[in-house]
């Protein structure tokens, strides 16, 4: 498992504090969540508070939206608190 001794180690080296609490941005593509699920992984001996963060910028409609609720649903079967928002991106450039 090389991608969670990297992420291990530069964790590691941040010298967090201990429990940290750490957001994790999450767009719903596959790197967002895999940085997400080796997270969950190593959250017990890393001690580490996860919080999972996902903003719909409305630009793609419902397939955004249905993004939106993946990253929800995933970070529920995680058993991770999550915060779900939606910008009207589109109207406010529109607007400005």
Known sequence: ?????LLRS???SLALPSPARV???VSGGPASLCLLHALHTLRDELRLQLHVAHLDHAFRGDESAAEA????DFASQLGLPATVERRDLPAL???E
Do not use: G, K, Y
């Open 1 to 5: 498992m090389a991608i969670l001794s």
């Open 10 to 12: 530069a964790l590691r």
């Open 23 to 25: 957001v994790v941005a």
């Open 69 to 72: 609720a993946f990253v929800a």
């Open 93 to 95: 450039i529109a607007s």
